[in-house]
């Protein structure tokens, strides 16, 4: 599945995309558990850890929003990593 991260989040990721290849069944939670599990350099300054912005973001499976990070992703999946934003 691949991983698009948006804003902030691509800033502490330090990548725009990334794919991850995990076990039949896994979850959006799951996915998120190996994003974190990445060694990654440090972020830039002013922008908080990747750990603290997944735990604030919000998600879209496939262009669809997902709350629950339960719901099981296949191999073909896209999900975005979108941090809160300011502004209006």
Do not use: H, I, Q
Request: without cysteine.
């Amino acid at each position: 599945m691949n991983v698009r991260y948006f804003a902030a989040a691509r800033a502490a990721a330090g990548v725009e995309e990334e794919r991850f290849e995990l076990p039949a069944g896994s979850s959006v939670k799951d996915l998120l558990a190996a994003v974190l599990e990445v060694e990654r350099p440090e972020p830039p300054a002013g922008t908080p850890p990747l750990a603290r912005l997944l735990s604030r973001s919000s998600f879209l499976l496939n262009e669809v929003a997902v709350r629950d990070r339960s719901v099981v992703v296949g191999p073909d999946d896209v999900v975005d990593v979108l941090p809160p934003f300011a502004g209006g």
